[in-house]
């Protein structure tokens, strides 16, 4: 079963319009509601590929009864607890030649109580858990050592942990020892303290995060694919898309993947590879189900290109903290 841990849960809106112009008034063309935040997406794509998952998340306020709902009728298991605060709404816009603006908002603030009950929420059903995935920002409220401390409870239970996050909430998250990371190129960048331009400096930053505590690292590095770093050795994934519609939950989708197949080795980051390809061919953050997966348009080598530069370099937006 993969449980998943979503702090900061929202509602996602997303638009299609023809283009974004600042001050303008913008008609869609087409619009969707999704329940979102990154685990609830990572529940959402392991139930779409037939495996067990439960969501554990806070919801309050009508946009929570809102996202309970959506995910009542998707047909996913939810752990909720109750909070005081509104769920968040968080908005993406997606134009013809691709490119998506996101807007998260900050989300509620937990109270210490209800940060506890999260916790709590979360060991009644680690037992069961064969990966817990803890994903996304964290809420105003929780420490940044908040998913340490999760994973050092849950690695007590025997579970193993995955982990998306970003900022210091990622750093501090290292001293929990999880048994995987999944940051996108810019998280990695910010991890490091360094621009990234090239698959090999995000693979020399991937091994930094292992030196600091992660077991693996699998980097998502957009439309140039994913670098899984683990005891089994390291790898560079890639699949050809020729059309993206949204790339919002693409990592979350990959994550899924890579957990769903084993969360190790070549195998799961084709997997993973496969399952970002398909969810960016997807509008909003639809996520795939089995025969949206092109697996022959996945390729996996050991030979990873070093010189290959990103097509969208990391740069550094805030300091690594
Ligand atoms: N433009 C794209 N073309 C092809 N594949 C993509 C594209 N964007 C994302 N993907 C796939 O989805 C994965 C996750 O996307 P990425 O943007 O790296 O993560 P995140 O959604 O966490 O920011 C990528 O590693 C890749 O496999
Ligand atoms: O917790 P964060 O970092 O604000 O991200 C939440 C957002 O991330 C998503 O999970 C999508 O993930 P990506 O932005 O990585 O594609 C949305 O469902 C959600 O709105």
New binding site residues.
Partial sequence: MILTVTPNPSLDRAYEVPALTRGAVVRATGDRMDPGGKGVNVSRAAAAAGVPTLAVLPLGGAPGALVAQLLDEQGIAVAPVAITGPTRSNISVAEPD?TLTKINAPGPELTAAESESLLAAVAAHSARADWIACCGSLPRGLAPSWYADLADRCHAAGARIAL?TSGPALLAALAGRPDVV?P???ELAEAVGRPLATVGDALKAADELRERGARAVLA???????LLVDDSGTYF?H?R?DV?RS????????LAGFLVAGGTGPRALAA??AH??A??RLPGSLMPTPPDLVPDAVTVTARVPLDLPLTEPAALTEPAA
């Avoid at 790339?247 to 990959?254: K, M, R």
């Fill in positions: 691709g998306d999944k996108n190129a810019a998502s590095l957009g439309a140039d694919g994913q994934g699949a898309v993206v790339d919002v939950g693409a990592g979350d989708s990959s993973a590879v970002g390809a969810a960016v």
